[in-house]
């Protein structure tokens, strides 16, 4: 299930380091967001997910911040441990009448011990 | 296992063969989707069935011919690839296909990574 060979940025953070990761979505309408994790051989997982009438949500570690303004998705991660390493996708809902998740290109994390 | 299942896990296959790739969900979802992964693009959404009905088929080629039996298996029945069809094909499942991407979108499978020799 990994994304060998697509080109993606990738970011190196030391182990317990914090890990911010971005994304630039495209549609001013979407109204629905999710950060999804996707290990070597293995499918997408669902890690967090916010609302457009949101600006901020946390999770176990991590927190998604949306910046409606600017069209900008970023997902923390706190105490980057090895098990974090794995390729990062912000994913958008467009809107109302646009049912199905368009995907980003993703970031792969690195993550140093 | 995330409940979604897809065999094989790896394909290799000629351009004059036909192969089909199975996904089962064991999740009691409604909603199944088949997405392609590709060295160069993002993930591509293929189609959705939604209650076993072909709600969206996002412009692919007749090569690929999806299947719902029923809302807990879907198909991708594969004939005369291309070399460039070459990716991990992704199947997800969810609660509910409405007019909005329900709470905690898709549930994935781990895939089956295709290559067209």
């Known amino acids: 299930g990994e994304s060998v060979g697509l080109h993606l940025p990738t970011l190196s953070v030391q182990e317990g380091d914090n890990s911010i990761i971005n994304c630039a979505y495209s549609?001013?309408?979407?109204?629905?967001f999710i950060w999804y994790k996707q290990e070597s051989g293995k499918g997408p997982q669902f890690i967090i997910d916010?609302?457009?009438?949101?600006d901020k949500r946390q999770g176990q570690r991590v927190t998604v911040l949306l910046n409606k303004t600017v069209k900008h998705l970023s997902l923390q991660i706190a105490a980057t441990q090895p098990g974090d390493s794995a390729v990062y996708f912000c994913?958008?809902?467009?809107?109302?009448?646009?049912?199905?998740?368009?995907f980003g290109s993703g970031t792969r994390l690195q993550v140093q011990p | 296992e995330t409940g979604v299942t897809q065999t094989p896990r790896h394909l290799v296959m000629g351009m004059t063969n036909k192969k089909s790739l199975k996904c089962e969900q064991h999740?009691?979802?409604?909603?199944m989707y088949w997405y392609k992964q590709s060295a160069k693009k993002p993930l591509e959404l293929m189609f959705v069935?939604?209650?076993?009905?072909?709600?969206e088929n996002n412009s692919v080629p007749s090569r690929f011919s999806p299947e719902c039996p029923n809302s807990s298996h879907l198909f991708l029945h594969l004939h005369t690839l291309q070399p460039e069809d070459s990716a991990l094909y992704l199947c997800?499942?969810?609660?509910?296909?409405?007019?909005?991407?329900?709470?905690?979108?898709?549930?994935f499978g781990s895939g089956t990574r295709l290559t067209v020799v």
């Open positions: 997800a499942s969810s609660q509910g296909w409405g007019s909005r991407v329900p709470n905690y979108g898709y549930t």
């Open positions: 069935y939604s209650l076993e009905e072909r709600v």
């Open positions: 994913a958008e809902s467009l809107g109302v009448g646009r049912r199905a998740l368009t």
């Open positions: 999740l009691g979802h409604n909603a």
């Open positions: 916010i609302r457009s009438n949101m």
């Open positions: 549609n001013s309408a979407s109204d629905y």
